[in-house]
């Protein structure tokens, strides 16, 4: 059986969410292999949940938002875009290859590019393989502090 | 100035000193012929038919023109004299013998009783009355005009009698001109018909529309000869209570609101791009828009339906889906054409006897009464041929004499190429976003579609808000639609909105962010991210604080405070790092 690449998507509202849903109900077809996580904005995103999905196996990290200048919140895509930047030099020093995190800009009127990115990145995921972390990431726990 | 008493026939009368005669003469109602006098530029005594009989009550007495003699102390002005009236008849029976017997100088002669003239009437229809010279320097400020030779060669004509650079060609001199010698068409050899049908005012000083509010006039800088020459001004002096202001300015103001109303429209496909039409190289080549102004009975045809050349239409063809349907341009079919070209034919048939060939893609004739109009168009012997226009070529082509056009298309339903003749075509223009669509989205915080149609909140749940609360759409800028839909989202835009004010109070979405003091270090990095200035920092307490009202729950906050002290409520860590785990497991 051929490797299925598991991956995760952080879909911005707004813009991606959109965007993938308008895929739906445009009846595109892409592979199943995303699964996707709604944030309010891409600026949500902490990079602490691309580590956490990493660690706890994911494949691939797609990160969406709106595109440069259409946030719905004036500038959290820039922010998110910043984080991701420096997220990826991160990865790097775990020993994961930094094109497993990906981060595009899709709008809410784009399906077609929804659609696109998802099959573009999961034949890329499926072309590099499973995810090896070497151990070296360390096996704990992450919660969040006021719990 | 210095008050002076005049006695005019009789009458007696205070005036200003150095006034004219003829402005007392008129004030009282007295008549007092003129050929060459216009109010609002000087005086020039040119045709001296204005002649009157000025005395001083002591013996002592003078035949003066009215237009330009000052008045002064004592002056008693007749009118009416045998002498004035010789006066008048020998300078009239001298103008006419150089004249032709043009209407003005006819209707003065049968009042001064001249049955024939002494020494015949001659052949020039200019009577040397300067007006257009003086419209020209005084008002327009152009000087483009001046009298040139003497004596009997005596003249009016522009530098070298050729097209004069410094005519703006606004057609004052022949507005003025009291016999017809200046005819606006020889100043401006545009052609006549067509020239008007644009939505551009017609005037320098218009209503902006017929139903505009506030209903006032306004004054496009650009065509007005006072901005343009300094001069003019005649619209303030005949404004009788001041209102013309040419020093006002473009004002920005502020209001402060609590919703508003996106209803920004369309623009119309501009059909010259696409050359197979020959818009703008045919000029019986018309738009939707400009066949409409043409049927309006207010418009530049007064609802006649024209060729250029003035002549009624024998065959006319209406083209469907112009930059509509069409993978070049525009995808979508603009939805209100079809309807619009049924109504074309109908007015077409109601007003002339010409044929009408409609060229479709599909009929789209979906709506209450809608499909029962289209029945009724063929009913009213309307050619419907199924087939997208393919070009129109002026009718030389085939040398044929049956139209000045043909619109060649491929029939569908006979599987034929034909050829129509016909005099004038109707392109059917796509409605497109407006140019500036993105800027204003961007203003208002929402996206606009591919097509650059604003984006509703929810295609079917929310077809009238945005993604930005307190802002609705309503007509052809969320997409293209005809009236009754603009209508209806118009309604509900507007209920929507005072659903908010009748309310005076909204109701927060339960997201917001809210920062745990005791795990706030203080270190303020979330005030300046931010962009709501939702976040302030507490002095006293060395902690910040959400505003949950100012906050719009977006996150990036909570996903960039250092100790975790913030909660993004309905987007906890927790909650994401559940899904993660389940997603991944």
Same mark, same amino acid.
């Given at each position: 059986?051929?490797?299925?690449?598991?991956?995760?998507?952080?879909?911005?509202?707004?813009?991606?969410?959109?965007?993938?849903?308008?895929?739906?109900? /445009?009846?595109?077809?892409?592979?199943?292999?995303?699964?996707?996580?709604?944030?309010?904005?891409?600026?949500?995103?902490?990079?602490?949940?691309?580590?956490?999905?990493?660690?706890?196996?994911?494949?691939?990290?797609?990160?969406?938002?709106?595109?440069?200048?259409?946030?719905?919140?004036?500038?959290?895509?820039?922010?998110?875009?910043?984080?991701?930047?420096?997220?990826?030099?991160?990865?790097?020093?775990?020993?994961?290859?930094?094109?497993?995190?990906?981060?595009?800009?899709?709008?809410?009127?784009?399906? /077609?590019?929804?659609?696109?990115?998802?099959?573009?990145?999961?034949?890329?995921?499926?072309?590099?393989?499973?995810?090896?972390?070497?151990?070296?990431?360390?096996?704990?726990?992450?919660?969040?502090?006021?719990? | 100035?210095?008050?002076?008493?005049?006695?005019?026939?009789?009458?007696?009368?205070?005036?200003?000193?150095?006034?004219?005669?003829?402005?007392?003469?008129?004030?009282?109602?007295?008549?007092?012929?003129?050929?060459?006098?216009?109010?609002?530029?000087?005086?020039?005594?040119?045709?001296?038919?204005?002649?009157?009989?000025?005395?001083?009550?002591?013996?002592?007495?003078?035949?003066?023109?009215?237009?330009?003699?000052?008045?002064?102390?004592?002056?008693?002005?007749?009118?009416?004299?045998?002498?004035?009236?010789?006066?008048?008849?020998?300078?009239?029976?001298?103008?006419?013998?150089?004249?032709?017997?043009?209407?003005?100088?006819? %209707?003065?002669?049968?009042?001064?009783?001249?049955?024939?003239?002494?020494?015949?009437?001659?052949?020039?229809?200019?009577?040397?009355?300067?007006?257009?010279?003086? =419209?020209? $320097?005084?008002?327009?400020?152009?000087?483009?005009?001046?009298?040139? $030779?003497?004596?009997?060669?005596?003249?009016?004509?522009?530098?070298?009698?050729? %097209?004069?650079? $410094?005519?703006?060609?606004?057609?004052?001199?022949?507005?003025?001109?009291?016999?017809?010698?200046?005819?606006?068409?020889?100043?401006?050899?545009?052609?006549?018909?067509?020239?008007?049908?644009?939505?551009?005012?017609?005037?320098?000083?218009?209503?902006?529309?017929?139903?505009?509010?506030?209903?006032?006039?306004?004054?496009?800088?650009?065509?007005?000869?006072?901005?343009?020459?300094?001069?003019?001004?005649?619209?303030?002096? =005949?404004?009788?209570?001041?209102?013309?202001?040419?020093?006002?300015?473009?004002?920005?103001?502020?209001?402060?609101?609590?919703?508003?109303?996106?209803?920004?429209?369309?623009?119309?496909?501009?059909?010259?791009?696409?050359?197979?039409?020959?818009?703008?190289?045919?000029?019986?080549?018309?738009?939707?828009? %400009?066949?409409?102004?043409?049927?309006? !009975? !207010?418009?530049?045809?007064?609802?006649?339906?024209?060729?250029?050349?003035?002549?009624?239409?024998?065959?006319?063809?209406?083209?469907?889906?112009?930059?509509?349907? $069409?993978?070049?341009?525009?995808?979508?079919?603009?939805?209100?054409? &079809?309807?619009?070209?049924?109504?074309?034919?109908?007015?077409?048939?109601?007003?002339?006897?010409?044929?009408?060939? %409609?060229?479709?893609?599909?009929?789209?004739?979906?709506?209450?009464?809608?499909?029962?109009?289209?029945?009724?168009?063929?009913?009213?012997?309307?050619?419907?041929?199924?087939?997208?226009?393919?070009?129109? =070529?002026?009718?030389?082509?085939?040398?044929?004499?049956?139209?000045?056009?043909?619109?060649?298309?491929?029939?569908?339903?006979?599987?034929?190429?034909?050829?129509?003749?016909?005099?004038?075509?109707?392109?059917?223009?796509?409605?497109?976003?407006?140019?500036?669509?993105?800027?204003?989205?961007? *203003?208002?915080?929402?996206?606009?579609? !591919?097509?650059?149609?604003?984006?509703?909140?929810?295609?079917?749940?929310?077809?009238?808000?945005?993604?930005?609360?307190?802002?609705?759409?309503?007509?052809?800028?969320?997409?293209?639609?005809?009236?009754?839909?603009? =209508?209806?989202?118009?309604?509900?835009?507007?209920?929507?909105?005072?659903?908010?004010?009748?309310?005076?109070?909204?109701?927060?979405?339960?997201?917001?962010?809210?920062?745990?003091?005791?795990?706030?270090?203080?270190?303020?990095? &979330?005030?300046?991210?931010?962009?709501?200035?939702?976040?302030?920092?507490?002095?006293? *307490?060395?902690?910040?604080?959400?505003?949950?009202?100012?906050?719009?729950?977006?996150?990036?906050?909570?996903?960039?405070?250092?100790?975790?002290?913030?909660?993004?409520?309905?987007?906890?860590?927790?909650?994401?790092?559940?899904?993660?785990?389940?997603?991944?497991?």
């Amino acid at each position: 059986m051929s490797f299925e690449p598991r991956i995760i998507g952080f879909l911005c509202n707004w813009c991606s969410y959109t965007g993938a849903d308008l895929a739906g109900t /445009a009846r595109m077809k892409y592979p199943p292999n995303m699964t996707s996580i709604r944030v309010m904005c891409s600026g949500r995103i902490d990079p602490g949940f691309i580590l956490s999905s990493f660690r706890k196996g994911a494949d691939g990290v797609l990160v969406c938002g709106c595109h440069p200048g259409d946030c719905h919140y004036v500038e959290g895509n820039y922010k998110c875009l910043r984080r991701m930047l420096l997220t990826r030099q991160l990865i790097k020093d775990f020993g994961i290859d930094p094109v497993r995190l990906r981060l595009e800009w899709v709008s809410a009127s784009e399906g /077609a590019r929804f659609q696109e990115v998802i099959t573009e990145f999961t034949e890329q995921i499926r072309s590099l393989g499973p995810l090896k972390l070497g151990g070296l990431v360390p096996e704990v726990e992450r919660t969040a502090v006021h719990t | 100035m210095a008050q002076v008493h005049v006695n005019i026939d009789g009458h007696d009368i205070v005036m200003e000193e150095g006034a004219y005669v003829l402005e007392g003469a008129r004030s009282l109602g007295i008549r007092i012929p003129t050929l060459c006098h216009y109010p609002y530029m000087t005086p020039y005594a040119a045709c001296r038919i204005c002649a009157v009989e000025a005395r001083d009550g002591k013996g002592w007495t003078k035949i003066v023109t009215a237009c330009n003699y000052p008045v002064w102390d004592g002056l008693e002005i007749h009118t009416g004299t045998p002498r004035v009236m010789n006066a008048r008849r020998v300078n009239l029976e001298m103008l006419m013998s150089r004249s032709a017997p043009v209407p003005v100088l006819q %209707q003065l002669a049968d009042e001064l009783g001249i049955e024939k003239p002494r020494w015949g009437t001659g052949d020039d229809t200019c009577i040397l009355c300067g007006l257009c010279v003086r =419209v020209c $320097d005084e008002v327009v400020g152009a000087h483009a005009l001046a009298f040139s $030779d003497r004596g009997i060669f005596r003249k009016v004509a522009t530098p070298f009698g050729g %097209q004069s650079d $410094d005519c703006i060609l606004c057609g004052a001199c022949a507005k003025v001109c009291p016999t017809g010698h200046i005819a606006l068409d020889d100043i401006n050899q545009r052609q006549v018909v067509h020239r008007d049908i644009s939505l551009a005012p017609n005037s320098a000083i218009s209503l902006p529309f017929r139903q505009a509010v506030p209903n006032v006039p306004r004054i496009e800088p650009e065509h007005c000869i006072h901005f343009n020459t300094g001069g003019c001004k005649v619209c303030s002096q =005949v404004c009788p209570k001041d209102c013309i202001q040419y020093d006002d300015t473009e004002q920005i103001e502020e209001i402060e609101v609590g919703a508003v109303i996106l209803a920004t429209g369309f623009d119309s496909f501009d059909p010259s791009v696409m050359k197979q039409y020959g818009y703008g190289r045919y000029p019986n080549v018309v738009t939707a828009e %400009q066949f409409e102004m043409m049927n309006n !009975a !207010a418009g530049p045809t007064g609802g006649r339906i024209l060729l250029e050349n003035g002549e009624e239409p024998r065959a006319i063809g209406i083209v469907h889906c112009v930059g509509s349907r $069409d993978q070049n341009h525009h995808k979508y079919c603009s939805r209100v054409c &079809c309807m619009y070209a049924f109504k074309f034919s109908h007015l077409v048939k109601e007003k002339t006897k010409a044929e009408v060939y %409609q060229f479709y893609i599909d009929i789209r004739s979906y709506g209450k009464g809608y499909e029962e109009f289209y029945q009724r168009i063929l009913d009213e012997d309307v050619n419907i041929i199924r087939g997208r226009g393919a070009e129109v =070529v002026p009718a030389s082509y085939r040398r044929t004499e049956e139209g000045q056009l043909l619109v060649r298309c491929e029939d569908t339903l006979i599987g034929k190429f034909r050829e129509v003749p016909v005099d004038m075509v109707i392109l059917c223009t796509a409605l497109e976003a407006r140019a500036d669509a993105k800027e204003v989205a961007r *203003k208002f915080n929402i996206s606009t579609g !591919a097509d650059g149609w604003f984006i509703e909140a929810h295609p079917k749940l929310g077809p009238v808000s945005t993604t930005t609360d307190g802002v609705y759409l309503a007509g052809a800028c969320q997409s293209p639609k005809d009236i009754p839909d603009t =209508v209806s989202q118009g309604g509900a835009a507007a209920s929507h909105v005072l659903k908010l004010l009748c309310l005076g109070e909204i109701l927060l979405d339960a997201a917001f962010a809210e920062i745990r003091e005791e795990n706030c270090s203080g270190c303020r990095i &979330c005030n300046g991210l931010c962009p709501y200035n939702a976040i302030d920092f507490i002095a006293e *307490k060395k902690v910040s604080k959400v505003n949950a009202a100012m906050c719009k729950a977006c996150g990036t906050c909570v996903a960039a405070c250092p100790t975790g002290a913030i909660v993004g409520k309905h987007f906890t860590d927790e909650q994401i790092y559940a899904q993660i785990e389940g997603i991944l497991t």
